[in-house]
């Protein structure tokens, strides 16, 4: 069924015009809320038999009983906050050509941050730079900006030379109608063949740009070479491309202002990592280009559709989601994916699912990068985007021009006719050390600082502010990224967001308390999943320990298999295996995605999720300090080879193995040891489900029990089925 859309209203006629759609996802919407309420059902009458056998003068081991119990209250809490996902799931679609003239369209900030250069090839950085380039938007009313935290003076060359290629890459790219604007995208096996009439004057052109890329490409990784962060800088800002110029060779290109920041770093004083960064750049854009919108991209995620801004547009400039719409998300799409896709890499479950349930309940979460946001609601709440202006000075600093920028409409033209000397003085200012000293950045305004998932923690702090989002799936990705290739990236990753989620649910933003008095409570549910999901691990650890044991002990836990209760243990298990399967094919997903999940995802809960628990209970205690764990993007090609082979890397990730490697062991010995006794006492009817338990168990861990058993070319890797 489809939803009011957002339209404008013309002046001479009473039609109106449709910028976009919503419709709710039917059949499937009313499939899974019957099947919620089914499983809801099943899972009460298990949590009935637990308790009632347990306080009820029960037969049964005390304190094993306990802890197994213990671990299905977690896992049916965890289910209950997963339900609000399935409630009402939408999709949603635009029309481009109902949207206002080019000169009737607001101005767009894109925001990049880098940090590294030798984790974060600074090549791969300049092709995300010229993708935002190429936005297929008004170049006067389009800005890109470069945050580098790096401070390597290479990263400033290599923008140079990115505007001297780009001079001749965007015109390339609008004549041929190319929309994979990325080079190194465009001129490798990925992207050649996006054009299916191929002319003689196209394949020329073509190789001269190629030429010229790949001259673009050795001189910026011969000055980047060895390149290293410096952590002791003043603030620099330097215009690289001015479009607002006229008068000069150059205005036959119409390309975006272009802007380098490296902030001021400091050994001894908070630089705040990304946030930091991105509050910057807030600032700094203030009084360059002051665009009422913004993009933010990591610098490994380049603009794959030319289209996604003004497909953005379609949402903010609708009359009935504007006021109160914070920013629209896009997902993130992995170019990289194998085809086995042994580590989760693409996310279905959160690109494809979760991410649409919570569309159609208040808005989805803010993933980080690939979403467009309206600078004002980082200011305040929907109804009083003013009220930090009433003192500017004490929230937002004693830069003058930059309060000034705040004061501007949307649909004025907010961008300096020229940048003096004055202004360039004004933004190394803005991105000093000292000027959030005594403000409300980080605070009350901007990206917060309370965690270091800026992004997904400010989405949270907007939407409880009344703010809304949307999420838009279109058919072709608007983004492209490159997604982790060993277990070693995949598991620090999933750690560093494990950690950051569980902080803030045990600090007092806790989503079942601060979110439900400020949002819906399906949204607060939502939100309350990413940031509990952690506890899993404690949940997996029990069951894959407790029930071996006592398995190995003869002792059961479980109904007999021929105990009517053994059916309701049965259909919960099978549900759920049934109810991730349709999931996984709904969303064009095939069996061997639906086992890949399955496997990876116990393999998380008992390594990376653990480690993100146990990460946070050491920072409670001041044993460790926030650190913010930049992702190795240098792309290893023996690493990708084998992800591509679909055999498992575990090399650099042993620690996090540790605790699944003991349960592997432990449940080797407990199934060979159970089944003995089992034979010798024949009584398979009694320990059915902890057999079959543990033999799951084996069967999701065979990568780590097969890396276990040394080969003769001592390899480190595990070949899978």
């Known amino acids: ?335 990289n994916v194998s085809q086995k896709d042994i580590y989760d890499g693409q996310a279905r479950s959160a690109y494809k699912t979760k991410y649409q349930g919570m569309d159609g309940i208040g808005g989805t979460v803010c993933s980080g990068t690939g979403y467009y946001l309206k600078k004002k609601a980082l200011y305040g709440s929907p109804n009083q985007q003013d009220e930090h202006l009433l003192n500017p000075k004490e929230s937002f600093g004693d830069s003058t021009k930059f309060i000034d920028s705040l004061n501007h409409t949307e649909n004025e033209d907010n961008q300096s006719d020229q940048f003096t000397t004055a202004i360039l003085e004004e933004t190394k200012k803005l991105a000093s050390c000292s000027y959030e000293d005594n403000t409300k950045w980080g605070k009350q305004i901007g990206y917060s600082y309370e965690s270091l998932l800026e992004s997904s923690f400010t989405g949270y702090l907007l939407h409880t502010r009344g703010w809304k989002s949307v999420y838009l799936y279109p058919k072709r990705a608007c983004f492209l990224g490159s997604t982790t290739i060993d277990m070693k990236d995949a598991m620090v990753q999933l750690m560093k967001w494990s950690s950051g989620l569980l902080q803030v649910g045990l600090s007092r933003f806790n989503p079942l308390v601060y979110g439900m008095s400020r949002m819906s409570i399906l949204q607060s549910m939502c939100y309350a999943y990413f940031m509990f999901t952690p506890f899993l691990s404690i949940a997996f650890l029990l069951y894959g320990t407790i029930p071996p044991l006592c398995f190995l002990n003869g002792v059961p836990l479980y109904p007999t298999a021929s105990d009517p209760w053994f059916k309701v243990f049965a259909v919960v298990y099978v549900s759920s295996l049934l109810q991730h399967l349709y999931e996984v094919v709904s969303s064009d997903g095939s069996l061997t995605t639906w086992w890949n999940e399955q496997r990876i995802y116990f393999i998380k809960c008992v390594s990376a999720l653990l480690f993100g628990c146990l990460d946070v209970m050491m920072k409670s205690f001041g044993m460790v300090k926030a650190n913010f764990r930049l992702t190795n993007k240098v792309v290893d090609r023996e690493k990708l080879e084998r992800y591509e082979n679909g055999t498992f890397d575990l090399e650099g990730a042993k620690m996090f193995m540790i605790p699944l490697t003991v349960m592997v062991l432990l449940n080797v010995v407990c199934f060979v040891g159970g089944i003995k006794r089992v034979v010798s006492n024949n009584n398979l009817d009694e320990m059915f489900a902890q057999v079959f338990m543990s033999w799951t168990t084996l069967l999701f861990s065979y990568p780590i029990l097969k890396g276990l058993v040394p080969n003769k070319t001592k390899s480190k890797n595990i070949k899978t089925n």
């Open 1 to 335: 069924m489809a939803a009011a859309a957002g339209v404008l209203f013309s002046d001479r006629h009473t039609t109106t015009i449709s910028l976009n759609t919503c419709t709710v996802q039917q059949p499937q919407a009313t499939a899974q809320r019957i099947h919620i309420l089914f499983h809801l059902t099943a899972t009460l009458a298990i949590l009935y038999y637990r308790f009632t056998t347990l306080f009820g003068g029960g037969d049964v081991p005390t304190l094993p009983w306990a802890l197994v119990t213990a671990a299905e209250v977690i896992f049916t809490f965890i289910w209950f906050l997963t339900q609000a996902f399935r409630w009402r799931p939408v999709a949603r679609g635009v029309s481009l050509r109902n949207l206002p003239d080019d000169t009737e369209l607001p101005g767009v900030d894109v925001f990049i941050c880098t940090a590294d250069p030798s984790k974060e090839p600074t090549v791969e950085v300049m092709n995300t730079v010229l993708s935002a380039m190429g936005l297929d938007y008004p170049p006067e009313k389009l800005a890109v900006y470069l945050s580098d935290d790096g401070g390597a003076p290479s990263t400033l060359y290599a923008m140079k030379e990115a505007c001297s290629f780009a001079k001749s890459w965007l015109p390339f790219c609008r004549k041929y109608g190319i929309k994979s604007r990325c080079p190194e995208w465009f001129f490798s096996t990925y992207g050649h063949d996006e054009l299916l009439f191929r002319t003689d004057e196209f394949e020329a052109d073509e190789e001269k740009m190629k030429l010229a890329y790949e001259q673009f490409k050795d001189n910026v990784e011969r000055r980047t070479n060895g390149a290293t962060v410096v952590n002791d800088r003043p603030p620099s800002v330097a215009i690289i491309h001015d479009n607002q110029k006229q008068g000069n060779e150059d205005d036959q290109v119409q390309m975006p202002l272009l802007v380098y920041v490296s902030r001021e770093k400091r050994p001894s004083l908070p630089h705040r990592f990304k946030a930091g960064a991105l509050n910057t750049l807030l600032r700094v854009s203030g009084v360059l280009s002051n665009a009422p919108y913004m993009l933010v991209l990591d610098c490994d995620m380049y603009c794959n559709e030319p289209s996604s801004a003004k497909q953005a547009m379609c949402f903010h400039l609708d009359p009935k989601l504007s006021s109160s719409l914070a920013f629209v998300q896009y997902p993130q799409i992995f170019y």
